[in-house]
């Protein structure tokens, strides 16, 4: 059934000038529930219902889209403490390692296993140094032509997030031509830099505009980690 009547212009004008009282005057159906009590509001569909029954049903809604929210800060409070701890594991794990081959090993497994990085890839641009156990495969020397596509990126410490270059791909992974999204945190040590590339097969894993904080923590502890066994020229000073 069609609730829908059509007013002339003088009931139009008595309906807006009722709107216009009642707007002025909020409390008027406190001082006369027994008013409100018998008022019924047609809906959509064409039933009607008193209108304390549909502010129940608006402040239902209202409660149901609150407690949502609340829900979905849980969770996520619930997540970053989860990854806190993970991330705090790790640090001490790294700091605990014997030598920077061990640093890297062990970055590749955690991340992959509890961050969901498909590879971790990192170049020193460094030679390395006396101590016994410093060898790895990740010092390319300063010299490396690898270090051409990532000039730009390591003039600054920022975490970068998103697409690599071609060129960029090339210089990471040869002919492989691994694609996805990639994390590039820049290693600027004294007189020696390097990079550490957190990449994933999905390309929107990392996007330009995530937040990286914490990648600038795992960033620093793992210069802090690789530092002592890198053999620093007095070059440049990077940021420890």
Not at 35 to 59: D, T
Not at 78 to 91: D, F, S, T, Y
């Amino acid at each position: 059934m069609n609730l829908r009547v059509e007013m002339d212009p003088e009931d139009a004008a008595s309906a807006a000038a009722v709107a216009a009282y009642l707007q002025d005057h909020p409390a008027f159906f406190a001082q006369h529930p027994d008013l409100l009590a018998r008022l019924e509001v047609p809906l959509a569909a064409g039933s009607v219902v008193s209108l304390a029954e549909r502010q129940l049903a608006g402040l239902r809604a209202e409660h149901e889209r609150l407690r949502g929210s609340f829900e979905a800060l849980v969770a996520l409070a619930q997540h970053h403490e989860a990854l806190a701890v993970r991330v705090h594991r790790l640090v001490l794990e790294l700091l605990d390692a014997a030598s920077p081959q061990g640093v890297f090993d062990l970055l590749a497994r955690r991340l992959a296993t509890e961050f969901q990085a498909d590879r971790v890839t990192g170049l020193l641009f460094a030679s390395p140094g006396a101590r016994p156990g410093a060898a790895a495969r990740e010092f390319v020397g300063a010299a490396s032509p690898r270090r051409a596509a990532f000039a730009k990126l390591l003039t600054r410490a920022d975490p970068q997030c998103g697409r690599l270059t071609e060129i960029q791909r090339e210089a990471l992974f040869g002919t492989e031509g691994f694609s996805g999204s990639h994390v590039v945190l820049p290693l600027l040590g004294h007189g020696w830099d390097g990079l550490l590339v957190v990449s994933s097969q999905n390309p929107a894993r990392f996007e330009p505009a995530m937040g990286t904080e914490l990648l600038s923590f795992l960033r620093d502890v793992v210069l802090l980690a690789i530092r002592p066994w890198v053999a620093e020229t007095g070059g440049r000073p990077g940021v420890l």
